[in-house]
Structure formats: C-alpha cells, structure tokens
T-cell receptor, first 118, second 114 residues
Framework: GAVVSQHPSWVICKSGTSVKIECRSLDFQATTMFWYRQFPKQSLMLMATSNEGSKATYEQGVEKDKFLINHASLTLSTLTVTSAHPEDSSFYIC??????????????FGPGTRLLVL | AQKVTQAQTEISVVEKEDVTLDCVYETRDTTYYLFWYKQPPSGELVFLIRRNSFDEQNEISGRYSWNFQKSTSSFNFTITASQVVDSAVYFCALFNTGRRALTFGSGTRLQVQP
C-alpha cells in the first residue's frame, strides 16, 4: 500500500528556535497533503491543507505565519514551526491524499513527529 | 458543519470480553465516508475500515465488526473476544466530500486487562 514518511520522528528544541518537519509520499504522487496536530490525550485537529504549487489553506485559529507550509513537489510537503514555544509541543501528523486499489480517494497517514519545546 | 462524537472517553475490559465503541456523526452531505482508525501507543494511525454513506451493510473482519445505522447517524465498532493487543485509542472519522478532509472524533481509549 501507499507509504507516507515523516522526518524527524521526534525533535527537542529550545524556545525561540524554528523546527522543520518533512512529509514525503514514498511511492505515489500527492497533490494534496494535510497537517494535523494532536495534543496529549486529545483528537487530531486539522491545521492546514497543503496543495502542490500553491499556498496552503489554514483552518480557523491556526496562525499561518507561525506554521509555514511548503509543498514544492508532488512528494514533499514541509511544516516549519517558527519561533517555537512550549505550547507548540505536540504530535504533528501529516497525511497525503491518494487512491486505493479500487480507485477510491483516501488519506495515507505518516507516522507522526513528536515536538518538545523546552 | 460536520461533527463526530465519541461519547466514551475510556473503556476498560478484561481480556476475552466483547466491547463496543460508539460513534455518532453529523453532516449535511448526502455522500460521505466514515472511517475507524486505531492509534497504538507508538502514535501511528492504523486504518481499520472505510464505509460510504450508501452502503449500510454491516461488516465483519475477524474479531472486528461494524454496525452502520444511517437512521441514527451511528457507526459503531465492536471487538469480539478482546485481547491485550487491542489496547489503543480508537478514532472514528468523517470524510467531507466537499472539503475533502477528515473530521475526527475525540477518540476512545480502550484498555484491555489480561
């Protein structure tokens, strides 16, 4: 089946630094990728929809200047958390839109990136 | 607006018991898709099932079964003869065909005791 990878799998950084998380579709092209955030013991909340070659669409309440998304190729989307603060510590999960064996649209999820801001 | 409600925050059962996880959804779409995902402690989401709004047939896959009731907007998930390895957080999700994005429920944490 389709595989989505994320790098790094976990990162610890100091407050005020920026962190970049990569999301790659390994065996298929993804014109659309999604970024979710999950706080401990909570659900996945959609942050933004990333479209290749165009600006990302952010959900209400998500600061686009703080969470920079770049989808420069059909297999790579990046999320940069700028000037990270402890409250940005979370589990970030990406997914890529693809099609399954019966040609139904579906989302393939990456393994997630745990961010801890000290 | 779309909404997925998983009223059970946490469930604890003893191994071999059957357990049902509830999911109720709200949508104005006539065409939509419902999903169940498992999230073990590692965090990676594991796809379990996808059901489209026109297919109300119940489905069984091994110890897992799903009951889709469009009349009550519910898509419940039953694990028969639960095992310790079933311990995880389970999410129900609704796919919006307009926005083409998933809306997740709050999740149900299942603890299966040996």
């Amino acid at each position: 089946g389709a595989v989505v990878s994320q790098h790094p799998s976990w990162v610890i950084c100091k407050s005020g630094t920026s962190v970049k998380i990569e999301c790659r579709s390994l065996d298929f092209q993804a014109t659309t990728m999604f970024w979710y955030r999950q706080f401990p013991k909570q659900s996945l909340m959609l942050m933004a929809t990333s479209n290749e070659g165009s600006k990302a669409t952010y959900e209400q309440g998500v600061e686009k200047d703080k969470f920079l998304i770049n989808h420069a190729s059909l297999t790579l989307s990046t999320l940069t958390v700028t000037s990270a603060h402890p409250e940005d510590s979370s589990f970030y999960i990406c997914s890529a839109r693809g099609w399954d064996r019966t040609d139904r649209e579906t989302q393939y999820f990456g393994p997630g990136t745990r961010l801890l801001v000290l | 607006a779309q909404k997925v409600t998983q009223a059970q925050t946490e469930i604890s059962v003893v191994e071999k018991e059957d357990v049902t996880l509830d999911c109720v959804y709200e949508t104005r779409d006539t065409t939509y898709y419902l999903f169940w995902y498992k999230q073990p402690p590692s965090g990676e989401l594991v796809f379990l099932i996808r059901r489209n709004s026109f297919d109300e047939q119940n489905e069984i896959s091994g110890r897992y079964s799903w009951n889709f009731q469009k009349s009550t907007s519910s898509f419940n998930f039953t694990i028969t003869a639960s095992q310790v390895v079933d311990s995880a957080v389970y999410f129900c999700a609704l796919f919006n065909t307009g926005r083409r994005a998933l809306t997740f429920g709050s999740g149900t944490r299942l603890q299966v005791q040996p």
